[in-house]
């Protein structure tokens, strides 16, 4: 047996939000399944909601080598720490008061000051790039675990370029053209489909993007490899593209159902519930879901961070009450700016959601796309949602928000064709046409590709899979950079 102390120790950092606490905690799991120590450092204000709403503490307290380390996001207590308004990203804010207050603690739990074990590997979340320069200082290495979708990956690595060739900015009535730049993608991404900050730029704040794109595609390619919540059978010539540029790729995704099947390889009584919600769960719906014929219920919901007028809330409730189809819909506490509908509901509005609606403020998403009464999925295309519904089975019609959903909701519809984007338009009737393309007029299409590329992303984490080989490639890779830190 190995000596206690030639254990790897990895430390991990995610962003402090919902869509890259969830992978980098299935990650930590996984790792621990690998037998390695593991540290995970929360922020005060999520981990108090993860013990609140999940069973964290004891899905973790089952690995010896695991522990939470807590740090202060570094915002004020008032803050809302929710909602990004397309107009006004919080994030960036988040990010650099999280550097503030996560610095100097990061620095010492590097050094070894904090008590903890060496740390002997750090997988930190791509946009806390400023822990890239603390680890290379201390000589850690590390390596960027990258949230969102490496189709949008790419196209974030390609913006300098773009900004170079002229493809940025562009003019509203460009954005149905095809973005000439985008090596990889020049036949299918349109200017539409760029991420959302590629919009309203002029040629001044071009520079000041280009510098900063510069400075941050710089920093993360300082890593020593990315880990990304992908398949290889989904994006292999997105992942060649990356690779030409970035020496070491781990695709280990989807990273929930990984974790999922590792769990079931186990003879033991690990519990299967890697459940990882900031609110509450609603678990209501999967019995209003059990009444329902199958695949006849489209499931909505937003992700965690988008946010809603009250008028693009009336347009998709009309949409989906005329559809006359099922519905079940999460509407987050904070999902509607200001917190009251100005006029009274129409009836036929309330009528129609007493006959078929059901909602929810959060739903087991996993569970919920799994349930055999989903028949599609009305996403704001967030990558783990998208990864959820593909793993699922589940085609989407999509509404990205911001991010890197333009780009992947494209993909969803234009390369793989597993769903229908609805992208920047939010009208009933076309909300309500799109639902009955979704689930009755362009079903069978959707469903045959959707299943081809399910099965993909089955065989992927199952032993032998790419996912599963890289995994255990990482493990390799892990072990050996603890061996090198030891001389
Ligand atoms: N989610 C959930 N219940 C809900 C809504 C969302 O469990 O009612 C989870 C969903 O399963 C996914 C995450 O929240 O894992 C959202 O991540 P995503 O990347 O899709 O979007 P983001 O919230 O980052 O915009």
């Not at 307290?61 to 207590?77: C, E, K």
């Not at 992942?239 to 769990?263: F, Q, T, W």
């Not at 999509?398 to 969803?412: E, G, H, I, K, L």
């Not at 099965?455 to 899979?465: D, F, H, Y």
Request: aromatic content about 8%; some cysteine; proline content about 5%.
């Amino acid at each position: 047996m190995e000596h206690q102390s030639s254990t790897p120790h990895v430390l991990i950092f995610p962003l402090p939000i919902q869509g890259h606490i969830t992978p980098m905690l299935n990650l930590a799991e996984l790792l621990c399944l690998a037998n390695l120590k593991v540290t995970f450092l929360n922020t005060t204000q999520n981990h108090k909601l993860l013990t609140r709403n999940t069973n964290i503490e004891a899905r973790f307290a089952r690995y010896p080598g695991f522990v939470f380390s807590i740090v202060p996001d570094g915002l004020a207590d008032e803050h809302p720490r929710a909602g990004v308004s397309k107009f006004k990203d919080w994030s960036s804010e988040l990010v650099e008061k999280l550097a503030l207050s996560g610095e100097p603690l990061l620095r010492e739990m590097l050094v070894g000051s904090t008590g903890i074990d060496k740390v002997t590997c750090l997988i930190i979340d791509g946009w806390i790039s400023f822990a890239n320069e603390v680890a290379n200082e201390v000589e850690v290495p590390v390596i960027a675990f990258r949230c969102s979708s490496p189709c949008y990956m790419w196209t974030y690595f390609c913006i300098p370029k773009l900004i170079q060739a002229g493809d940025i900015p562009f003019k509203d009535e460009a954005m149905d053209e095809l973005v000439k730049s985008s090596p990889g993608m020049d036949s299918f991404l349109r200017y539409r489909d760029l991420p959302s900050f590629c919009r309203n730029q002029d040629t001044s704040s071009c520079q000041d993007l280009l510098h900063l794109f510069n400075g941050e595609i710089q920093r993360n390619k300082q890593a020593h490899a990315f880990i990304l919540n992908t398949f290889e059978d989904l994006e292999d010539p997105t992942l060649s593209l990356i690779r030409s540029e970035c020496s070491k790729v781990y695709s280990l995704g989807p990273l929930h159902a990984h974790l999922k099947y590792k769990l079931s390889q186990k003879e033991t009584t690990l519990c299967n519930n890697s459940s990882s919600n900031l609110w509450e769960v609603d678990q209501s719906c999967i019995s209003w879901l059990d009444q329902k014929p199958n695949k006849s219920v489209v499931y909505v919901s937003f992700g965690s961070l988008t946010i809603l007028t009250k008028d693009q809330l009336r347009e998709f409730w009309a949409g989906l009450v005329h559809s006359k189809k099922y519905f079940l819909w999460v509407i987050r506490p904070n999902l509607i700016i200001g917190s009251e509908l100005d006029n009274p509901t129409p009836d036929d509005l309330l009528e129609g959601t007493k006959k078929r609606g059901c909602l929810v403020k959060w739903a087991p998403q996993q569970e919920v796309l799994a349930h055999r009464a989903i028949g599609g999925f009305l996403t704001h295309s967030g990558w783990n949602s998208t990864l959820e519904s593909i793993v699922a089975g589940v085609p989407m019609l999509c509404w990205p928000y911001f991010a890197d959903q333009q780009v992947n909701s494209r993909f969803v519809s234009e390369v793989w064709r597993i769903g229908l984007d609805m992208k920047d338009v939010c009208d009933r009737t076309i909300v309500e046409k799109m639902i009955n393309d979704l689930m009755d007029v362009k079903k069978d299409e959707l469903q045959r590709s959707m299943d081809k590329i399910s099965q993909l992303a089955k065989t992927s984490i199952s032993e032998g899979g790419s996912s599963y080989s890289n995994f255990n490639q990482l493990i390799e890779d892990i072990k050996a950079m603890s061996k090198k830190g030891e001389h």
